[in-house]
């Protein structure tokens, strides 16, 4: 009898403690709404790192909170999580969904859709006009990848583009032309066959591994021109024509140096930094991301490497794919109009002074710095006269400006509430057909079919978003 | 006067009764709330969430057996990692037992120094999985990894362990079974039990090693065996790091197992609800096998008189 009362008790002062804790929520709110013009407002920030040696995230943070004296940037570590920029998006769904989001998070563009299509971020427009900010000089790819249904939920912070690295030195030993990338598909092929080595049935270098880089099929369907998705995001168009043609370049690619198998394996051997394969040698060309001259900068200064756009189809079909970073607020953030503020300081004052201070950091090193890019093209042209100038290593300026002048041709991967599932799905079929497990058409058919019931049960459920 | 003296003294010895309960409890309270809302409340939770579509960021939706359905009929990686998941079971259990029992045999000698061997056997199980799966990968290296050069050494040509579909589960096991260790602990704690008068008297009967390892050892030890494979059992259909942290679920999905896809659905999908529902058919799934395993028990588990 005591036994059960006792039980009894305790669940209801269980059940009474959730509720305690759902209701503590709403008071909070609405005490802080009004106290907000006294109190130094904390504004919880995910994704910026006072830690990181030469960092320059301390910087910024200091100069903000000197410069703002009625508020306060708090940059903490997601819980559990081990460091200040995270990419883990479980901890921000947990925290959403919890009620105790940060007040502005870091998030890869890519996955912002999916957040902003499930209402998790609050979408910024009004907070645009309000405080006047300008974003007419983001790239058009930058803002397009930020915003679903015509409405802007992140502010672009950083970006990258990729492009086709070769290594120069490589080219001269096998009596290619050092100053021409191959052009089109078959050039690259044949490119790689003659560049790859093998002895007695093991690799010394291979040629071209096509998805070694972070390009991944979506470079090669970009310039095929594949869609994804229908235009109203409610179909799946993974089994047209031009994505097939991709995936069977591929195929190709792999099958012409040994076999996905064998280039998998050789593949697991490569490390990283300075061990890069690409310095190394072990790869002689690559699909490779803006960001990794920075890399080249401080672990192989002296590589005879080229830049280029990635080889297409025809050689004509010249674009790259971009991608990178943003700021954004997620719903139930306490002090959402205060959080823009300083979002909009970062993006015009903030980030310069990060870099200004990294940039200070590699010259006491007597390192050089490659700065990244900013995704608005009036502040890369501002870096690039800043500190491009003061490199003393021609193949990379000449990198940078190539990586610069390129993104205007850049595509993003497709706003979609199902952003995750259609990569997932593409990388699955990229490895069954690669791995002759499936021909490229019943692999993008398998694919095909699971992104479809992903969008039909997205859609189903939100019908009136 | 008999009556009233026995019911006043079972009142008082019900009064200390119920202090003594009342105070258990209290002591047992940080337990037992900790249990009841950070187990019992999320299991109760994800039996109602297997019933919903729900996405975490809003309110879940009742869809009735939807997810049961769509898991058994249109969902083909649930057949595919449930295949996975039994091959890595089948073979990594009686593995593990084999050699967390060999191990254990090996350590169970009056040798000096025995306790050294012991510490240097066990070491490997308190590893972090993480750490552990990042040294294996190093491994695992094709070509020029150390398992491979070791092979190349007596003229084996290795395979690609990861990166071979055909390979990459067999390598997970073999890698599990660096940490076998861990059983030999609890195998040597059960030789340990084995009374050595029956030894003593076989050999006066003349047994030799082996003998007295299959007629005595080995049935007294099977209790332990017994929990062994129970607990193999559980633990190996809940593999899950090794697989998210070295090969994500590949080459070609051969890697893929029933915990990382409930993983990837519920945490990178958005499909909190299927991921419930993935979850329960899993529980019973290992609730089948450890009812199946106590059945059969009392065949060959010798619990002595």
Avoid at chain 1, 241 to 264: C, H, N, S, T, W
Avoid at chain 2, 130 to 138: C, E, G, K, Q, T
Avoid at chain 2, 249 to 273: C, E, H, I, Q, W
């Amino acid at each position: 009898m005591y036994k059960k009362l006792i039980l009894l008790l305790l669940l209801i002062s269980i059940i009474s403690l959730s509720f305690a804790g759902c209701g503590n929520k709403t008071t909070t709110k609405a005490t802080s709404t009004s106290a907000k013009s006294k109190e130094k407002v904390k504004l919880i920030i995910w994704g910026l790192n006072p830690t990181a040696v030469g960092g320059g995230d301390q910087a910024m943070i200091d100069a903000f909170n000197k410069t703002h004296p009625n508020m306060e940037l708090v940059p903490q570590t997601p819980p559990a999580g081990e460091s200040y920029t995270t990419q883990d998006l479980t901890k921000l769904l947990t925290a959403i969904a919890g009620g105790t989001p940060p007040d502005i998070t870091t998030i890869d563009r890519f996955g912002a859709g999916e957040y902003a299509a499930r209402g998790a971020l609050i979408p910024l427009d009004e907070y645009i006009k309000k405080y006047n900010f300008d974003i007419s000089n983001f790239y058009k790819f930058a803002i397009e990848e930020a915003s679903l249904d015509g409405k802007i939920y992140v502010i672009p912070y950083g970006t990258d583009d990729r492009g086709f690295y070769w290594n120069k030195k490589l080219f001269r030993e096998v009596g290619l032309d050092p100053d021409r990338p191959p052009q089109t598909w078959d050039e690259l092929l044949g490119y790689s066959k003659k560049l790859t080595k093998t002895k007695g049935g093991t690799y010394e270098r291979i040629g071209f591994i096509p998805d070694l880089g972070p390009s991944k099929q979506y470079i090669y369907g970009f310039q095929k021109g594949a869609k994804y998705l229908s235009d109203d995001g409610k179909k799946a168009l993974l089994t047209e024509k031009p994505l097939q043609e991709a995936f069977e370049f591929m195929v190709k690619a792999y099958d012409i140096v040994g076999g996905a198998e064998k280039v998998r394996a050789f593949e697991g051997t490569f490390q990283k930094d300075a061990n890069n394969p690409f310095f190394l040698g072990l790869v002689a060309m690559k699909d490779g991301g803006s960001w990794e001259l920075g890399n080249i900068a401080r672990f192989a200064p002296d590589l005879d490497f080229g830049v280029s756009y990635i080889p297409s189809p025809t050689g004509a079909e010249k674009v790259t794919w971009a991608g990178g970073w943003s700021w954004g607020i997620p719903k139930g953030a306490k002090h959402p109009d205060e959080a823009f503020q300083a979002i909009k300081w970062i993006e015009e004052e903030g980030q310069f002074i990060s870099i200004e201070a990294q940039a200070k950091y590699n010259a006491s090193l007597g390192r050089p710095f490659v700065p990244g890019y900013t995704a608005n093209k009036v502040w890369d042209q501002k870096l690039y006269e800043t500190y491009i100038p003061k490199l003393n290593n021609q193949r990379l300026q000449e990198a940078y400006k190539f990586f610069m002048d390129i993104f205007p041709t850049a595509k993003h991967r497709p706003v979609t509430p199902v952003g995750q599932t259609l990569w997932d799905e593409l990388m699955r079929a990229t490895d069954k057909a690669v791995y002759h497990q499936m021909s490229v058409q019943q692999a993008l058919q398998v694919a095909n079919e699971n992104v479809q019931k992903a969008l039909d049960e997205f859609w189903s459920k939100n019908q009136n978003k | 006067m008999q009556g009233h003296y026995t019911l006043t003294k079972h009142k008082k010895h019900n009064k200390i009764n119920r202090a003594e309960h009342i105070a258990g409890y209290v002591f047992v309270s940080p337990w037992l709330i900790g249990f009841l809302i950070f187990t019992a409340f999320p299991i109760i939770s994800s039996i109602i969430l297997s019933f919903t579509s729900y996405d975490v960021l809003n309110p879940p939706k009742f869809v009735g057996l939807a997810n049961y359905k769509t898991a058994f009929t249109s969902y083909p990686l649930f057949w595919k990692s449930l295949y996975n998941t039994f091959y890595y079971v089948i073979l990594s259990v009686p593995l593990h037992i084999i050699i967390g029992l060999s191990i254990a045999l090996l350590l169970n000698m009056e040798l000096k120094g025995i306790a050294v061997y012991r510490t240097l056997y066990y070491m490997p199980s308190i590893v972090p999985m993480v750490a552990n799966s990042v040294l294996w990968m190093w491994i695992f290296m094709p070509q020029v990894g150390i398992l491979s050069q070791t092979l190349k050494i007596f003229g084996i040509t290795a395979p690609n362990w990861l990166s071979d579909p055909r390979w990459a589960k067999i390598s997970l096991v073999m890698m599990s079974l660096w940490g076998a260790g861990s059983g030999m602990i609890i195998y040597l704690a059960g030789l340990k039990n084995v009374p050595r008068s029956y030894y003593e008297a076989a050999e006066i009967d003349g047994a030799g090693t082996i003998t007295k390892f299959f007629k005595i050892t080995l049935p007294l030890i099977t209790p332990t065996i017994f929990f062994q494979l129970i607990m193999g059992i559980i633990g190996s259909f809940q593999v899950f790091t090794q697989a998210f942290i070295m090969t994500s679920g590949g080459p070609v999905d051969s890697t893929m197992f029933y915990v990382l896809v409930l993983y990837n659905n519920a945490f990178r999908y958005f499909k909190m609800g299927f991921a419930s529902a993935l979850a329960w058919v899993l529980f019973f799934i290992i609730m089948f096998f450890t009812y199946l395993n106590f059945k059969l028990s009392n065949r060959w588990v010798f619990y002595g008189e």
